[in-house]
């Protein structure tokens, strides 16, 4: 729970503090306090500031100065979030969000997109296990061919797994909520 008051404090601080040092201050605190390694922080940052500097470019077509704030809230605001993210696993935030009412369809939602994950990284991981193990000495051109029906065939699996999915999940709730398993 201590996570949740630093990362919201984090949120604040994005906002009033100064761009410069405000987010470089911000960053550093977000990293000591969730005691992750700095290289796996900043690598599970890398695709939000990636993001972050294509809308700030955008962006300093009208105005640089503020495009460079706007980016620079935005990487402290992404890095407070990131404290959740990488300190909590999904499961205790779900089961939070279960136990506030008008959270608990939203809890539900969260908890069946984040099965469906992965059962969608499941169904790609054997995908292509397969194909790997099927065209390990073959042309440039038949890894090419290969990954096409590697794509082809993962969505229509995937939806297979994701209607069992649902089905099951009608069938054991039968009207009422999920509940979420710490």
């Not at 495009?67 to 205790?92: C, D, E, Y």
Request: one cysteine or more; a positive charge.
């Amino acid at each position: 729970m201590i996570q949740l008051v630093v990362a919201l404090a984090g949120l604040g601080l994005a906002l009033t503090l100064p761009p410069w040092p405000g987010a470089a201050v911000i960053v550093a605190a977000m990293i000591a306090v969730s005691r992750v390694s700095w290289r796996r922080w900043l690598a599970a940052l890398a695709g939000p500031v990636a993001f972050i500097g294509v809308g700030s470019a955008v962006l300093a077509f009208d105005d640089p100065a503020r495009a460079v704030s706007t980016g620079l809230r935005s990487i402290a605001a992404t890095s407070s979030t990131m404290l959740l993210v990488l300190t909590q696993p999904v499961a205790k935030w779900l089961a939070l969000g279960s136990r506030v009412c008008w959270l608990a369809p939203l809890a539900d939602v969260a908890l069946l997109a984040h099965r469906l994950i992965h059962c969608l990284a499941e169904v790609t991981r054997v995908t292509e296990r397969a194909q790997r193990m099927r065209l390990s000495g073959a042309t440039w051109r038949a890894r090419m061919r290969g990954a096409q029906f590697q794509a082809a065939r993962i969505l229509p699996e995937s939806a297979r797994r994701a209607r069992a999915l649902e089905r099951a999940l009608d069938c054991r709730l039968a009207g009422k909520t999920l509940r979420v398993m710490l």
